[in-house]
């Protein structure tokens, strides 16, 4: 079942089964990787609803509101459905 995992460090979202890789952070390091969601996608139709969090752009496809967990903006996701 696909998850959204987004880095806290540079925002960066993916779509994955299981942890993605840690290697390359552009922000220096390794990505900060978090799921957001469960049965979800970065790309339209991975979920019933479109969320896009206002404070860093991101958009996630899913069935149920993310979780707001760790953005990279700072604080936390704050998702609104679009
Ligand atoms: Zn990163
Ligand atoms: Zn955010």
Sequence with gaps: MAKV?????????????STPSGWGCPHG???????VCSNCSTHPGGGRDVYQCSKCGVVVYSDSSPM??????????LWSRL
């Design 29 to 35: 390091g390794s990505h900060d990787w978090y799921p």
């Design 5 to 17: 995992y987004i880095c806290s460090k540079c925002g960066t979202a993916v779509t994955k089964d």
């Design 68 to 77: 707001a967990t760790n953005c990279s903006s700072g604080g936390s996701h």
